[in-house]
Protein backbone atom coordinates (compact mmCIF):
# COMPACT_ATOMS: atom_id res chain seq x y z
CA UNK A 1 0.00 0.00 0.00
CA UNK A 2 1.41 3.12 -0.82
CA UNK A 3 0.45 6.26 0.74
CA UNK A 4 2.18 9.76 -0.52
CA UNK A 5 -0.70 11.45 0.43
CA UNK A 6 -3.18 10.37 2.72
CA UNK A 7 -6.88 11.88 4.30
CA UNK A 8 -9.00 10.73 6.83
CA UNK A 9 -12.34 11.05 6.70
CA UNK A 10 -14.43 10.70 9.76
CA UNK A 11 -18.48 9.99 9.82
CA UNK A 12 -19.34 13.62 11.44
CA UNK A 13 -21.74 16.36 9.91
CA UNK A 14 -19.27 18.84 9.22
CA UNK A 15 -18.37 17.20 5.14
CA UNK A 16 -22.67 17.90 4.13
CA UNK A 17 -22.81 20.16 1.43
CA UNK A 18 -18.85 20.98 1.35
CA UNK A 19 -18.64 19.98 -1.98
CA UNK A 20 -15.07 18.24 -1.17
CA UNK A 21 -15.63 15.10 -2.85
CA UNK A 22 -13.52 15.74 -6.04
CA UNK A 23 -10.87 16.73 -3.68
CA UNK A 24 -10.89 13.58 -1.46
CA UNK A 25 -11.00 11.49 -4.34
CA UNK A 26 -7.72 12.84 -5.28
CA UNK A 27 -5.52 11.32 -2.20
CA UNK A 28 -3.56 8.23 -2.82
CA UNK A 29 -5.03 6.60 0.35
CA UNK A 30 -8.24 7.77 1.43
CA UNK A 31 -9.09 6.03 4.95
CA UNK A 32 -12.76 6.21 6.45
CA UNK A 33 -13.86 5.35 9.66
CA UNK A 34 -16.69 2.93 11.17
CA UNK A 35 -19.72 2.76 9.05
CA UNK A 36 -19.95 6.62 7.30
CA UNK A 37 -22.00 6.32 4.32
CA UNK A 38 -20.20 7.55 1.18
CA UNK A 39 -23.25 6.19 -1.36
CA UNK A 40 -25.71 9.28 -2.13
CA UNK A 41 -22.87 11.38 -0.88
CA UNK A 42 -20.68 11.30 -2.99
CA UNK A 43 -20.33 15.42 -4.15
CA UNK A 44 -19.10 15.72 -0.10
CA UNK A 45 -17.60 12.96 0.96
CA UNK A 46 -16.03 11.48 -2.72
CA UNK A 47 -16.40 8.20 -3.66
CA UNK A 48 -13.14 6.14 -3.20
CA UNK A 49 -12.36 4.14 -0.02
CA UNK A 50 -8.73 2.23 0.63
CA UNK A 51 -9.21 1.34 4.47
CA UNK A 52 -12.43 1.53 6.01
CA UNK A 53 -11.58 0.95 10.17
CA UNK A 54 -14.51 -0.28 11.94
CA UNK A 55 -15.73 -1.25 15.65
CA UNK A 56 -18.12 -4.19 16.30
CA UNK A 57 -20.85 -1.87 16.84
CA UNK A 58 -20.39 -0.41 13.21
CA UNK A 59 -19.92 -3.76 11.27
CA UNK A 60 -24.00 -3.48 10.05
CA UNK A 61 -22.75 -1.56 6.67
CA UNK A 62 -23.13 -3.34 3.77
CA UNK A 63 -19.04 -3.43 2.70
CA UNK A 64 -20.42 -3.10 -0.91
CA UNK A 65 -22.57 0.19 -1.19
CA UNK A 66 -20.40 2.56 0.94
CA UNK A 67 -16.74 0.91 -0.24
CA UNK A 68 -14.89 0.14 -3.73
CA UNK A 69 -14.19 -3.59 -4.17
CA UNK A 70 -10.50 -3.53 -3.49
CA UNK A 71 -11.10 -1.57 0.12
CA UNK A 72 -9.48 -3.19 3.16
CA UNK A 73 -11.79 -3.63 5.86
CA UNK A 74 -10.06 -2.74 9.65
CA UNK A 75 -11.62 -4.38 12.63
CA UNK A 76 -10.50 -2.42 15.42
CA UNK A 77 -11.31 -4.67 18.75
CA UNK A 78 -11.11 -2.59 22.20
CA UNK A 79 -12.66 -4.69 24.64
CA UNK A 80 -12.70 -8.17 25.37
CA UNK A 81 -16.67 -8.65 24.13
CA UNK A 82 -15.01 -7.28 20.66
CA UNK A 83 -12.42 -10.26 20.71
CA UNK A 84 -15.46 -13.20 21.48
CA UNK A 85 -17.54 -11.36 18.44
CA UNK A 86 -14.60 -11.64 16.51
CA UNK A 87 -13.35 -15.50 17.27
CA UNK A 88 -17.68 -16.69 17.03
CA UNK A 89 -17.38 -14.72 13.47
CA UNK A 90 -14.18 -16.02 12.41
CA UNK A 91 -15.18 -19.64 13.40
CA UNK A 92 -18.58 -19.37 11.73
CA UNK A 93 -19.53 -20.88 15.92
CA UNK A 94 -23.17 -21.03 16.60
CA UNK A 95 -23.43 -17.62 19.11
CA UNK A 96 -24.81 -18.79 22.69
CA UNK A 97 -25.89 -15.24 23.50
CA UNK A 98 -27.05 -12.11 21.38
CA UNK A 99 -25.09 -8.88 21.26
CA UNK A 100 -26.72 -5.59 21.13
CA UNK A 101 -25.02 -2.22 20.51
CA UNK A 102 -26.74 0.19 23.14
CA UNK A 103 -25.11 4.11 23.48
CA UNK A 104 -21.63 3.04 22.44
CA UNK A 105 -21.60 0.03 24.41
CA UNK A 106 -21.63 -4.08 23.13
CA UNK A 107 -24.09 -5.70 25.75
CA UNK A 108 -24.38 -9.64 25.93
CA UNK A 109 -27.26 -10.89 26.65
CA UNK A 110 -27.92 -14.63 27.52
Known amino acids: LSCRRCVVVGNGHRLKNSS?????????????LNNAPVHKYEKDVGS??????????SADFDPQLDNNPDTLLVLVPFKPLDIQWMKIIL?????????????SVILAID
Open 20 to 32: LGETINKYDVVIR
Open 48 to 57: KTTLRFFYPE
Open 91 to 103: NNEKRVCDFISYN
